[in-house]
Each structure stands twice: as structure tokens, then as C-alpha cells.
């Protein structure tokens, strides 16, 4: 295996932030000469827009560099860490604009910019599997035993660090879920539906790392992840 891959596995960042404030100054200039039912159409999609701006700035101005603080390593451009917490309820938004888009002339921007913000929420999935490889191999330090008769715990020490209740224990430290970009309702869900949900974004941040520091990054960073000791009886 190439060691050093991570150096040239690399996003074309679509530059998210500013396709935003683009597509919210098409539909607030548009929206005065819309019928009721349309303008109403057009006003939530501007709200929807304005959440999505005002959580990515939280996380970039926020959220970024207190998990960077916590890593020991800069995570790079802060457009990517934007895009690892979209979540998949986020596509509807923008496939109904593109819809609306493709059948008038009032959006500056074109269809394949308004496809790129629909599938944000894929690049945020390929993020989290990257991470979840990478910790596969980047929890081997943290869990190895040279004793050759112990091999066979080597599966349950690593699902001990990255078993998704262990991962939402860091997600909650980050506060990530809270921070997460999405139109979701809110709805009572199980706490393994939520904890999948927040180790996901956990391992989003760790695909974020291995691309920028490799398995070495990740290796130092799995002490974040060292399981609590069992309670005793």
C-alpha cells in the first residue's frame, strides 16, 4: 500500500458558501414578482439557505477549530469539514430549486452547480468511510498485543474503540450532531439510530484527517477514542 496517498487524494472543494449566497440573491431578487404560491415557495427555500449559511459558519468558525484543538492537527481547508456535516435530507432542497431553475431564467447559477449542492451529503458519506477504513488500520498501535495467543481478541479490542456508542461519546465531545446540516423532522429516535448517526459524523472527521495527515495522523488521534473502563460490578 502507498503510504503516502493521502498527498494526492483530493477534493475539487466547490466553494459552497459562496454558490449559497448566490442562489439566496437569485430567489430574493426574483420573489417580488412571483404569485403568492410561488413567492411562498421561494421564501422558505431562501430560509432553508440562510440556516445552511449560518450553521456553516458556526461550524467553521466554531466547530472546526475546537475539534482541530483536540486532534493536535489542522484539518485543512474549512470548506471540507462544511461538507462532512451534510446530511441527506439536505438534497431536497436543492433538487426542487434545480427543478424550478431548469424551467425559467432567474437562477445565475448553472444546472451542474446547483447538482454539486444536492450531493453534498454523498461527499460527506465518502468522507465517513474513508475515516472508517483509516481507523481500521489507524487503531492498530492502540490495540496490538504481541502476544501471539491474544491475536484473536485483536477484532474485539478494535470494535471496543469503534463501535458506534464510543464514537458518539466524541461526538458529543465536539458537539458535531448538534452542529450537523440538515432538514430532518425532529422525531423521537432510538438511541442506536442516533448513535450511528453520530459515530458517522465522527468517522467523517477522522476521512477528513487521514487525507490530510495519513494513517500517522490518525494513529496519534485514536487515544481520543480509548474506550472507558468497564464498571465494576
Not at 133 to 139: C, D
Not at 201 to 217: A, D, T, Y
Request: glycine share 8%.
Amino acid at each position: 500500500m502507498d503510504t503516502e496517498m493521502h498527498r494526492w487524494l483530493t477534493w475539487n472543494l466547490p466553494g459552497i458558501e459562496g454558490r449559497l449566497a448566490t442562489l439566496r440573491e437569485d430567489l430574493v431578487r426574483e420573489t417580488p414578482a412571483l404569485p403568492p404560491g410561488e413567492s411562498g415557495k421561494f421564501g422558505r427555500w431562501v430560509r432553508e439557505i440562510e440556516t445552511v449559511l449560518a450553521k456553516a459558519a458556526m461550524i467553521t468558525g466554531t466547530v472546526q477549530p475546537e475539534v482541530e484543538a483536540d486532534l493536535g492537527y489542522s484539518l485543512g481547508d474549512r470548506e471540507q469539514f462544511v461538507i462532512a456535516m451534510f446530511r441527506p435530507s439536505t438534497r431536497n432542497l436543492f433538487d426542487e430549486i434545480a427543478e424550478d431553475a431548469r424551467s425559467g431564467d432567474w437562477c445565475t447559477l448553472i444546472d451542474a452547480d446547483l447538482r454539486d449542492l444536492a450531493h453534498l451529503h454523498e461527499a460527506a458519506g465518502a468522507l465517513a468511510w474513508i475515516g472508517d477504513a483509516a481507523l481500521k488500520i489507524g487503531l492498530l498501535p492502540a490495540i496490538w498485543d504481541p502476544d501471539l495467543a491474544k491475536a484473536g481478541v485483536l477484532t474485539q479490542n478494535r470494535k471496543a474503540y469503534d463501535r458506534n456508542s464510543n464514537l458518539a461519546l466524541l461526538c458529543d465531545r465536539w458537539n458535531l450532531y448538534e452542529h450537523r446540516i440538515h432538514f430532518d423532522t425532529e422525531i423521537p429516535r432510538s438511541t442506536r439510530t442516533i448513535n450511528h448517526a453520530k459515530g458517522t459524523l465522527v468517522e467523517s472527521v477522522f476521512g477528513i484527517l487521514f487525507l490530510r495527515e495519513g494513517l500517522k495522523g490518525v494513529a496519534s488521534a485514536t487515544e481520543l477514542l480509548r474506550p472507558p473502563p468497564p464498571r465494576r460490578r
